[in-house]
């Protein structure tokens, strides 16, 4: 594939960083996954302004240009010959001495990744799929709230307790807060549907502020579904009519069936996609 480093397009066999780089001495650095349609960057503008708002808590000199990125997009699914892809768009916080600065990062190194956009899973979106609870808690942010940022050992090691629950292939794992609360998936954030209200985790358990998931809420109150962030158990998912998660790339997807690290399944509702699910994701698709 080819890629972008600091606006240069090179091959990925060729594309190095420093291992003086803060990014990868110290995890200093923030992403943003987004995918295209038609070409265009979905949501771009929220996604440029996340990053730029975490750079500037972490002292990163940075201002991403919303025309530049389109521009560097439209090479760089040219260059790869796609017409539409899934993009991360990296900003690292750049070469600096050994050892903890005292000052901001003024050179931060800027990688966009491309690939293309995995097949797409009707089956998933007409059936639904599955959660599977985890042991594992989601780490409390370092700041008051979380970046989305290199440091991401939490999630790896929750894909990998996932791995060993043999009845969850192809489920998205959920973690808990420390206290318990109903927090995240490993890739997605998650919503779930009781008497007409649509309900999601608190920021303040400790989950990313995801573009999709503000956008999903924007797209609800326009229609005239109530809201309310909160937070919420694992019995509040498993008494709930409808469940889905959110990201980016899959857009809504619905779950219909919920397992506990025992092998407990519950089915969400009456285990097939929900009327307000499936009404959410049309209003979705009409954004696009």
């Known amino acids: 594939m080819i890629i972008s480093i600091n ?9 190095v960083v420093s291992v003086y780089d803060h990014g990868f001495l110290y995890g200093l650095g923030l992403f943003e996954t987004f995918r295209t349609y038609n070409k265009v960057p979905f949501l771009l503008p929220e996604h440029l302004e996340r990053l730029a708002e ?3 808590e972490l002292g990163i000199v940075y201002e991403p240009d919303l025309d530049r990125v389109q521009k560097l997009v439209n090479e760089l699914l040219a260059a790869n010959e796609l017409q539409d892809a899934y993009i991360r768009y990296s900003v690292s916080a750049g070469v600096e001495a050994l050892g903890l600065p005292s000052g901001d990062y003024g050179q931060p190194t800027e990688i966009i990744y491309i690939k293309a956009l995995p097949p797409r899973d009707t089956k998933t979106y007409e059936e639904g799929k599955s959660v599977q609870l985890l042991k594992l808690p989601r780490n409390t942010p370092e700041g008051l709230y979380r970046f989305k940022s290199f440091h991401y050992m939490n999630n790896i090691l929750a894909k990998r307790e996932l791995a060993l629950y043999p009845w969850a292939a192809g489920a998205e794992g959920l973690m808990m807060s420390e206290e318990g609360y109903v927090a995240e998936g490993i890739v997605s954030n998650i919503f779930f549907i009781k008497d007409g209200t649509i309900y999601t985790p608190s920021l303040d358990t400790g989950i990313l502020a995801g573009i999709t998931r503000a956008h999903v809420l924007r797209i609800a109150q326009k229609g005239q579904f109530p809201t309310q962030d909160g937070l ?12 889905f998660l959110v990201n980016s790339i899959q857009e809504i997807v619905p779950v219909t069936k919920l397992y506990t690290p025992s092998g407990q399944a519950t089915s969400v509702g009456t285990g097939a996609v929900g009327p307000i699910t499936r009404k959410l994701r049309q209003w979705y698709n009409e954004y696009l």
């Open 54 to 56: 975490g750079c500037k």
């Open 7 to 15: 606006g240069k397009l090179m091959d990925e066999q060729q594309a």
């Open 232 to 243: 919420y158990r694992w019995e509040d998912l498993a008494d709930a009519d409808e469940v």
